[in-house]
């Protein structure tokens, strides 16, 4: 069987288009949440005055992502950002794989402890 040469090269191009799959799935996601935003709710009139919080759901992946999947507009924006912040996050975890693969072990360790400091970072957030 043919395998390719894996080289720094082919390397970046993947990580090239894997950042721009991910960051144009977000947009378009945040887009469609977007739009049908506006079309539920674009003519209701604003009330600077009062104070609504997200409500609790979205304030969660799962709850977010569950908001999303019955259609509900605002889950559907929100999961669009949590697909732009898994953008990196993937970036990272791939970078480990690739270096590891080319026998680079330095790197693999400097990518993990990157990808370490993104997840505990993403994990450790107050509510």
């Not at 720094?8 to 739009?35: C, F, K, W």
């Not at 009062?50 to 979205?58: C, I, Q, S």
């Not at 912040?85 to 990272?92: E, G, K, L, Y």
Request: hydrophobic share 50%.
């Amino acid at each position: 069987m043919f395998e390719t040469r894996w080289t720094d090269q082919r390397m970046e191009n993947i990580v090239g288009g894997l950042l721009r799959t991910g960051v144009s799935s977000a947009a378009i996601v945040v887009l469609g949440g977007g739009v049908l935003f506006l079309i539920r709710h674009g003519l209701t009139a604003v009330q600077y005055g009062v104070f609504h919080g997200e409500p609790a759901p979205l304030k969660s992946m799962h709850g977010a992502i569950a908001l999303a999947f019955s259609g509900h507009a605002q889950g559907i924006i929100q999961t669009g950002l949590l697909l732009l912040i898994a953008t990196p996050v993937a970036r990272v975890a791939f970078c480990i794989w690739g270096f590891a693969r080319e026998r680079d072990y330095l790197y693999v360790c400097f990518s993990a402890l990157v990808l370490a400091i993104l997840v505990f970072s993403l994990l450790s957030g107050s509510h």
